[in-house]
């Protein structure tokens, strides 16, 4: 068993971190798809980010051991479940819908997490985590209508977004759950071992023929090769080894409800990196959001030393 003593602040600062590491992965994201097929992209990405990890696997703080009788079942779900399902209903959900719709359905994964935490780990949020978290809400829900791209939008797209948000939910309360069994290392290093096979598997399936060449064409792109990096590294190692950290220490409702920062990490990249514009309406969505994330995070002993 692995000691489950929280420390909370360490579990907001690595909800928060991992938070922002995600907002950016959007724009290497795009560079990414541009150069090279997804499953291709999703293929390099958790093979890279396999191999960085294991790297870390003779350092005692990561050192991984699965033992039999640990659940290994739960933590090949969690696998599977994220970020295996979870990428593959985002991105036909993004590609049959349209970037609106996109965004609105992903702001609503702390909400979901917030009722998937009070029916599975009895960690029900108070009524001041669910206002602020609407709140959130209602600020991703303005930034994305405003940014979006007209497009059809199919039935089944809406279909694979709502299966994003579950996948996202239930990832959450399974990575909880599974703290007191597995250190974060350990969660981490299975999702990704899972991934790589499975994205591989699919590549493969999908290119027959082509396989290799598709998969080592994008490699001599210096923007792909550095988009890739980005991703696996940062976005992959230390992104979801940070968000694995906070679910360890803070409850769902806490570590899902930063989710939306990146949002507001996303538009601002967009302007100082793209130089994309940034209007007013913009400016007070992003303090919208803000708002709502602080407000779930402060409890009532600081809502009372305030008063």
Not at 133 to 141: D, N, Q
Not at 180 to 202: G, Q
Not at 203 to 216: C, D, I, P, Q, V
Request: proline fraction near 3%; hydrophobic fraction near 55%.
């Amino acid at each position: 068993m692995i000691k489950t003593k929280e420390n909370k602040t360490l579990g907001t600062i690595c909800a928060a971190i991992s938070s922002v590491i995600f907002g950016f992965s959007f724009l290497f994201s795009s560079t990414a798809l541009s150069k090279a097929n997804v499953f291709v992209v999703l293929s390099w990405r958790f093979i890279i980010s396999l191999i960085c990890l294991s790297f870390l696997l003779p350092f005692k703080p990561f050192r991984i051991k699965y033992k039999k009788g640990k659940d290994l079942w739960r933590l090949l779900l969690l696998g599977i479940i994220q970020p295996v399902l979870y990428f593959i209903f985002e991105q036909y959900g993004i590609v049959f819908t349209n970037t609106a719709i996109s965004g609105v359905f992903c702001a609503l994964i702390p909400v979901i997490v917030m009722y998937f935490s009070a029916i599975f780990l009895k960690e029900k949020p108070t009524l001041l985590q669910i206002i602020f978290g609407f709140i959130s809400l209602i600020g991703v829900a303005v930034i994305s209508f405003i940014g979006s791209n007209e497009g059809q939008i199919k039935w089944y797209g809406i279909l694979f977004l709502i299966g994003a948000v579950f996948a996202s939910g239930f990832f959450n309360i399974l990575s909880r759950k599974l703290r007191s069994i597995y250190s974060p290392m350990e969660r981490t290093f299975a999702m990704f071992l899972i991934a790589a096979v499975l994205f591989t598997s699919v590549a493969a399936l999908k290119l027959r023929g082509s396989f290799f060449s598709m998969m080592f064409a994008p490699l001599l792109d210096k923007d792909f090769v550095l988009s890739i990096l980005y991703l696996s590294i940062l976005s992959s190692v230390a992104g979801f080894l940070l968000y694995n950290v906070a679910t360890s220490n803070v409850t769902v409702v806490v570590s899902s409800s930063f989710s939306n920062v990146g949002t507001v990490v996303t538009l601002l990249a967009g302007v100082f990196i793209l130089k994309e514009p940034l209007t007013p309406l913009q400016i007070i969505c992003c303090v919208i959001i803000l708002i709502g994330v602080l407000g779930v995070n402060i409890n009532r002993k600081h809502i009372k030393k305030l008063t």
